[in-house]
């Protein structure tokens, strides 16, 4: 699948990602267990979105001997989540990047160009220097997630990346047009946007199934 889109989008074939997403396109799957699941998938798409951490040795003692073994070179993270429906995959990311920091974009949309437009955005003060990864349960238009970079970039970051759960091909090609420097992670790239702006099969409002919210 990687190759239909480019070298900068990575879509999870894992078998256990497509199961996962399987019961969440579920319309009868509870909240609790969508909630759930979101935060599982979001543990699996950070571990392919880490997969170029760099490591240097330390020395260990294990219980036969001292021995020279990786470990983490301190690179500094920060997971971005767009509100609201990014918040679901917060925890998911940190069980996998525990020491990561945490920023938060928020965004409306204008009536009538429908151009989102960002009201709130707190970041570490340190942001510039660390690896941006921003998060989205759905990569649909590419509108949301195209602000996001583009407020990252204002502050000064340099290497980003997206992590959604699923992502259309629309978007994908917002993405890859207008910031070819970001690399996707997804778990599927479904078919195309209906009229309005729904992924299809997609999974419904992402964050009303999160949150319980209509």
Known sequence: MEKNFGEHVHVNEHPLVAHKLTIMRDK???TKDFRELVGEIGMFLAYEATRDLPLTTKEVETPICKAELPTLAGKKIAVVPILRAGLGLV?????MIPSARVAHIGMYRDEETLEP??????TPKDVAERDIIIVDPMLATGGSA??????????GCRHIKLLVLVAAPEGIKCIT???PDVDIYCGAVDDHLNERG????????AGDRIFGTK
């Open 28 to 30: 009868n799957t509870s």
């Open 91 to 95: 925890d998911g990311v940190l069980r």
């Open 117 to 122: 437009h960002v009201y709130f955005c707190k």
């Open 146 to 155: 195209d602000a996001a970079i583009s407020e990252m970039k204002k502050r």
């Open 177 to 179: 047009e207008h910031h």
């Open 198 to 205: 729904y992924i299809v099969p997609g999974l419904g409002d």
